[in-house]
């Protein structure tokens, strides 16, 4: 239902760009995220967008990192910049999504892996 994808290896100073595209049938969606999750670590929230594109962000990405949606490609996405070895996780989508007007949901895409090397 929800498909992630962009990680991968990169430099530190470097930047990955992740997406994550809602299918099936879907009447509308609230707000998405993303969030990460460290080895040893909970996960964290990462970034969020409303459907309004309202957004808020975690203090240790704010002026790195870039979350935007496509309503109408039904697509979030998160710009990376400036990547540090501390970003490295598994990043995983969030969306609450209306099956129909009488059902929502809370969705999770698999997770794509980001690593950092220094």
């Known amino acids: 239902q929800l498909q992630a994808s962009g990680g991968g290896l990169v430099q530190a100073g470097g930047s990955l760009r992740l997406s994550c595209a809602a299918s099936?049938?879907?009447?509308?969606?609230?707000?998405m995220g993303w969030y990460r999750q460290a080895p040893g670590k909970q996960r964290e929230l990462v970034a969020s967008?409303?459907?309004?594109?309202?957004?808020h962000y975690a203090d240790s990405v704010k002026g790195r990192f870039t979350i935007s949606r496509d309503n109408t490609k039904k697509t979030m996405y998160l710009q990376m910049n400036s990547l540090i070895p501390e970003d490295t996780a598994v990043y995983y989508c969030?969306?609450?999504?209306?099956?129909?007007?009488?059902?929502?949901?809370?969705?999770w895409g698999q997770g794509t892996l980001v690593t950092v090397s220094s």
């Open positions: 969030h969306a609450e999504i209306w099956r129909s007007v009488w059902s929502l949901s809370n969705y």
């Open positions: 099936g049938s879907i009447a509308g969606i609230n707000d």
């Open positions: 967008v409303t459907n309004s594109g309202s957004t």
